[in-house]
C-alpha cells in the first residue's frame, strides 16, 4: 500500500468537486469561488496522508471541441502536479439535473483526452443527494437509463454518494476513502501517468502561450500611451453622448454586457429586434443598442430574416462603438470566425475600426489575464482581435462593476481618436491615389491601336529596306513613335497595354530587326563590292542585274516576325542557292 495516497478530482461545472475536496480533507471552503486553475491541497484522512488536486470544470454538455485550450491544458497538468502520478481519479457527477446522452459524451471526451487508461483508476463521486428524495443512490442510477449506465459500466460500476449537507456522522466520507483504498490495492499501487513527451510539449506550449500574451498587454498598453496624450487634447469630448452598439453569437451575454454598463435592470427575453436602452453613466449620456444575435456555429444564411435588417438599422444611428461580445469560458475556432465575418461583411470594411471585442465571463479566467486566453485559443481568436486593430476588454464580473465599466469607455475613447486618425489619413491616401490613377491612366493604350501602329510600322521598315536595296545605302531607322492621344477609361489588361512597358519591349523588337537588316545590306553590299574588285570593267548591265538578284532574295526570305535568317552564314548559303 502506498504511503499517500494521490487524488484528482474531475467534472462539470458547478458539479460540487470544489465542495467534495474540501470537505474529504476537512478544510473550509467558500462556496462561491469558481476553481479556473488546478489547485493542490493536502491532508490526512484516517492516518493516511492525501494529496488531491482539484480542476477546472467543463460544461456538462460541451463537446471537448467547445472546451478552451487552457482549461484542456489544466486537465493534463493535473497529472503533473501530484508527481509521480494519481493513483485515483474521481469523476464527479451531481444528482440535481437528469443524466442525458451529451452529459455522458462530455464526460467521456474530457476524461479521454487525459489518457485512454483514465477508466481503469476512476471512481464516480454523486453529489447533492438531497435531490434524490427517497432514491437510493443504487436505484437513481439503474433509473437514469442507458447512458448514466455506460459511464458507470466504463468506471468497473465503482461509484459512491456524497453529500457533505447529509453526511452528518461521516459515513459518506469513510466510504469514499474504503472505495479508493480498494481500487489502489486492486492496481497494486500503480499511478496514472500521462506521457513525458506530451507533458514536456505541454509546458513549453504553455511557456510561449505566456510569453507572447506579455507581448500583446505590452503592445496594447504602449498604443493607448500614444493614443492618450492624443485624447488629453480632446478632453472635452468626454461629455459627448455616446452610442454603442452590441453584436455577437446567441447565450454570449450581450444582454448582461449591456446591463453592466448601464448598470440597468435586464431582460432574458428572446433579442428579435433591436432593443435600445438609455442611461448615464459618470454625467455621460450613453444609448446602448442590442441587436439579434447569429447562430454560433451555423452559417448567417440559417439565421432568422429579422437578423441582418436589424444590425442594419441598428447602424443608421451612426454608433460611435461596436461592440463585439465573445464569451471568454469558451473555445473559439475557425468555424466562429468565418461565421462572425459572413455576418459583419455587410457592415463594410470599415467596421472593423469602429469595433472592440469584448469578452464576458471573464471570471473563468481566475488568475489569467485575458491576452492569456487570446494567445492559447491561437490564430482564429488572435486574428479576428488584429482584425478590430488590437483592441478589448473583458468583464470580469457580470455585475455592475464601475472600474470595468470606466476603462472600458476609455477604451472607446481611444478608439474614436484613433478612427479619426485613419480618416484623416485615407483621405490623404484616396487624394493620392486618385493622382496616381490619373497618371497611371495616361500610360495605357488600346490594344487594337497599338497592333494597328505595329503593322503600320512594319510596313514602313519594309518599304524602307527596299528603298536601301535599291541606293546600296544603309541608314539607321528610327524609333516607332506611338500616338500619345491613345487611351482608355478602364485599365484592363486584356484590351490596354502599359506605354513605359511598350516601349522597352518595342525598342527590344525593332532593335533586333534593324541590327539583322543592317546586316544583311551589309554583306550584300560587301559581295558587290567583292565582285567589283575582281572584274574592273563592270558595265551598268551587271550593276543591274545584281541589285536585281538581291531585290529578288529580299522578298523571298524576309519574313513578318523578323526574318528566319539571322547570320551572315546562312544569307552566304542561300546566295550560293
Known amino acids: ?43 490526512n484522512v484516517h492516518g493516511r496522508k492525501i494529496i488531491l488536486v482539484d480542476t477546472p470544470g467543463w460544461w456538462k454538455w460541451d463537446q471537448l471541441c467547445d472546451t478552451p485550450k487552457r ?52 471512481i464516480m463521486v454523486f453529489t447533492k443527494l438531497k ?9 437513481f442510477v439503474e433509473l437514469q437509463g442507458e447512458d448514466l449506465n455506460k459511464l458507470t459500466q466504463k468506471c468497473g460500476n465503482r461509484y459512491v454518494g456524497f453529500d457533505t449537507d447529509l453526511d452528518t456522522d461521516g459515513s459518506q466520507a469513510k466510504e469514499l476513502f474504503r472505495q479508493i483504498e480498494k481500487l489502489v490495492a486492486e492496481n497494486k499501487g500503480h499511478f496514472f501517468k500521462v506521457d513525458a513527451t506530451r507533458l514536456t510539449d505541454l509546458e513549453i506550449t504553455m511557456k510561449n502561450v505566456k510569453e ?132 459583419m461583411r455587410p457592415l463594410g470594411e470599415n467596421v472593423w475600426r469602429q469595433t472592440i471585442v469584448l469578452f464576458t465571463w471573464g471570471g473563468s479566467l481566475g488568475n489569467n489575464p485575458i491576452e492569456y486566453h487570446i494567445e492559447s485559443e491561437g490564430d482564429a481568436l488572435v486574428g479576428l482581435i488584429e482584425m478590430c486593430g488590437n483592441r478589448y476588454h473583458v468583464f470580469e464580473s457580470m455585475t455592475d ?12 475613447e481611444e478608439m474614436i481618436k484613433e478612427s479619426a486618425l485613419l480618416e484623416s489619413n485615407d483621405e490623404h491616401q484616396r487624394k493620392k491615389k486618385k493622382s496616381q490613377e490619373r497618371e497611371i491612366l495616361s500610360e495605357w493604350l488600346k490594344v487594337e491601336d497599338v497592333k494597328k501602329v505595329l503593322n503600320e510600322e512594319w510596313e514602313r521598315s519594309d518599304a524602307m529596306m527596299k528603298e ?61 563590292d567583292d565582285n567589283a574588285d575582281m572584274s574592273s570593267c563592270v558595265d551598268d548591265t551587271d550593276i543591274q542585274m545584281s541589285l536585281v538578284k538581291v531585290h529578288n532574295w529580299y522578298q523571298r526570305y524576309h519574313l513578318s516576325d523578323y526574318g528566319s535568317v539571322s547570320s551572315n552564314e546562312e544569307l552566304d548559303k542561300t546566295d550560293q542557292d
Not at 465542495?19 to 462556496?31: I, P, R, T
Open 401 to 412: 462593476d464601475h472600474t470595468q465599466v470606466n476603462q472600458l469607455l476609455e477604451k472607446i
Open 1 to 43: 500500500m502506498a504511503d499517500e495516497l494521490r487524488l484528482v478530482l474531475l467534472g462539470g461545472y458547478r458539479s460540487g468537486k470544489s465542495n467534495v475536496a474540501h470537505s474529504f480533507l476537512n478544510v473550509k471552503y467558500e462556496s462561491d469561488q469558481i476553481t479556473t486553475q488546478c489547485v493542490k491541497m493536502e491532508g
Open 468 to 528: 536601301m536595296l535599291k541606293t546600296r545605302a544603309v541608314r539607321g531607322g528610327r524609333s516607332i513613335d506611338l500616338p500619345l492621344h491613345l487611351s482608355g477609361e478602364v485599365i484592363n489588361t486584356q484590351l490596354f497595354v502599359n506605354k513605359q512597358q511598350l516601349k522597352g519591349a518595342l525598342e527590344r523588337e525593332w532593335n533586333r530587326r534593324e541590327a539583322i537588316d543592317s546586316s544583311r545590306i551589309q554583306y550584300k553590299q560587301k559581295c558587290l
Open 212 to 343: 507572447k500574451a506579455a507581448a500583446r498587454e505590452h503592445q496594447v498598453l504602449e498604443k493607448r500611451r500614444k493614443l492618450e496624450k492624443i485624447k488629453s487634447a480632446d478632453a472635452g469630448q468626454d461629455a459627448t453622448p455616446l452610442n454603442i452598439v452590441l453584436l455577437g453569437w446567441v447565450l454570449s451575454g450581450k444582454i448582461l454586457a449591456g446591463s453592466v454598463i448601464l448598470d440597468a435592470d435586464i431582460s432574458f427575453d428572446k433579442t428579435v429586434k433591436c432593443v435600445r436602452t438609455c442611461g448615464e453613466v459618470n454625467g455621460r449620456q450613453i444609448t446602448v443598442v442590442d441587436t439579434p444575435s447569429w447562430w454560433k456555429f451555423l452559417p448567417h444564411q440559417l439565421n432568422a430574416d429579422s437578423v441582418k435588417t436589424e444590425i442594419l438599422k441598428a447602424m443608421d444611428s451612426s454608433p460611435h462603438a461596436i461592440l463585439l461580445v465573445i464569451p471568454a469560458d469558451t473555445s473559439f475556432l475557425e468555424e466562429q470566425m468565418k461565421v462572425i465575418l459572413e455576418n
Open 71 to 122: 482549461l484542456k491544458a489544466e486537465l493534463v497538468r493535473s497529472t503533473n502536479i501530484c508527481p509521480p502520478g494519481p493513483h485515483v481519479f474521481l469523476l464527479v457527477i451531481d444528482v440535481e439535473l437528469a443524466f442525458s446522452e451529451k452529459h455522458r459524451k462530455a464526460a467521456e471526451g474530457h476524461m479521454q483526452f487525459i489518457g485512454d487508461d483514465i477508466w481503469n483508476q476512476t
Open 131 to 139: 435531490h434524490l428524495g427517497d432514491k437510493t443512490i443504487e436505484q
